[in-house]
């Protein structure tokens, strides 16, 4: 199916994969991922056909300084001043005896019971002063970038405003940078990593990207905030601009693809409540209930992958919660990734959508680090339409108004003109035999 193509840098597959620039992570052990279009590498993101580097801020979850530095030694920018607001070091290449470079500035950010500093968001800063937004679902560590399936967005090079313009200016049509700010300032104790990027972005136009930024911080969110919380702003989003009117939408189901799932207690309380109800658009009569797909690795799919258990680290659903939860399974289906030779490695990439009964068209698509989670989206919405959030989530949202487009076509083919779309359309349902993998892991 792939052949073998010559490297190329990473602005050309940048060009090469507009308007949507979203890419896939190269799995080692599977070659055709290696030549795919849309597959890159951490290093790449790093490669100076995208800019000469300055600076850089790594918002993540898990971290490995050894292994990030190496990443950019790759393309010698290891001596350019970087910063990381992290979650958790991995302990595993002892680093407590590891003396960190001076360029690096750090620090963990803790979250309250049930919190996770979870997102993925990297502010790359070059020499003129021009940045580039990456969101993705990984984790700065090998296995994350090695074995697993991930997405990651890149945004254009976005460019200097002229002297004297003011902080408003040089915002998107989606409202991007206002919600990139108003993000990084919920790291209130943090101003001595952030203000700087703050900064510059301040001071960068942002007019060309067509993404929305969506987010999530702890604490109590509304809607009369640009809010922090997934629940809300992606229901406000697709209240406003989610516009398929002319088509027959009430067949469109949703999918909803993650690498964790959290306590759900019953299924009207959250998933079948809030969560589902955020994920219909306003033209729906509201009394109408879209079908629901779950997209989780079953513990077969875990076993039979490349890395047979150590496959399932990048995956967290705990027996107990099952147990608890068994009508979950009436919503789960397998993963299977067959044209992009992924099903063998697992997914830690989130998605959520929704896809028409053809399986060729997406009304609209969330890449996220969100998983299924109260504490990643928000907890039920209260009388007062007021939501409370635990964990840090960044994600990004395509709509096909955005993309002077009435929805996405999603042929799984190397096709610039398709959507990429990572696992198989036509779903496969669990086996009666089936569980979902179970793993205490947090991620």
């Known amino acids: ?141 090998k296995e994350d970038w090695s074995n697993y399936n991930q997405g990651i967005w890149v945004s254009p090079k976005c460019f200097s405003l002229p002297e004297g313009s003011l902080e408003k200016d040089g915002e998107s049509p989606t409202g991007f940078k206002t919600s990139l700010l108003k993000y990084l300032d919920a790291y209130s104790k943090c101003k001595a990593f952030t203000s700087n990027f703050e900064d510059i972005i301040k001071k960068t136009d942002f007019s060309h990207i067509n993404v929305f930024l ?33 088509q027959d939408i009430l067949n469109w189901e949703i999918n909803a693809q993650a690498s964790s799932i959290g306590s759900l207690q019953t299924p009207e309380h959250w998933l079948l409540g809030d969560f589902l109800t955020t994920l219909k658009s306003a033209i729906l009569d509201q009394e109408h209930s879209p079908h629901l797909n779950v997209i989780f690795p079953t513990a077969k ?77 928000g907890n039920k919405i209260n009388k007062q339409g007021t939501s409370y959030v635990r964990s840090y989530e960044v994600g990004v949202l395509f709509l096909p108004k955005f993309f002077n487009q009435e929805f996405f076509n999603i042929a799984q083919q190397e096709n610039a003109n398709s959507f990429p779309f990572i696992y198989d359309t036509d779903l496969i349902p669990y086996d009666k035999d089936d569980n979902p993998y179970y793993s205490n892991l947090k991620f």
């Open 1 to 141: 199916m792939f052949t073998k193509k010559r490297k190329i840098d990473m602005a050309t597959k940048l060009e090469n994969n507009r308007p949507y620039n979203i890419f896939f992570s190269s799995i080692n052990q599977i070659p055709e991922t290696l030549q795919q279009r849309n597959s890159i590498t951490f290093s790449d993101l790093l490669c100076p056909s995208l800019g000469e580097l300055k600076c850089s801020l790594q918002i993540n979850f898990l971290i490995d300084i050894p292994w990030i530095i190496d990443q950019y030694k790759v393309h010698k920018v290891d001596n350019t001043p970087i910063t990381i607001l992290y979650g958790k070091i991995i302990k595993e290449n002892k680093q407590g005896d590891y003396k960190i470079p001076s360029n690096i500035k750090h620090k963990e950010i803790i979250c309250n019971q049930y919190g996770t500093h979870h997102s993925k968001l990297g502010v790359y800063v070059y020499s003129d002063n021009s940045l580039r937004i990456i969101v993705s679902t990984a984790n700065l560590f």
């Open 214 to 246: 969506v987010t999530s911080t702890p604490g109590n969110h509304s809607l009369q905030q640009d809010t922090g919380c997934h629940l809300l702003r992606t229901r406000d989003l697709l209240n406003k601009y989610c516009d398929l009117s002319n």
């Open 301 to 377: 799919n875990v076993q039979t992958s490349l890395f047979r258990e150590e496959g399932g680290k990048c995956l967290s659903y705990l027996k107990s919660n099952d147990e608890k939860q068994l009508w979950v399974r009436d919503y789960l289906f397998q993963w299977s990734a067959n044209y992009w030779s992924r099903t063998h490695a697992m997914p830690h990439i989130k998605t959520y959508c929704r896809i028409s009964p053809c399986k060729s068209k997406l009304a609209w698509l969330l890449l996220t680090s969100a998983n299924i989670s109260v504490a990643a989206w």
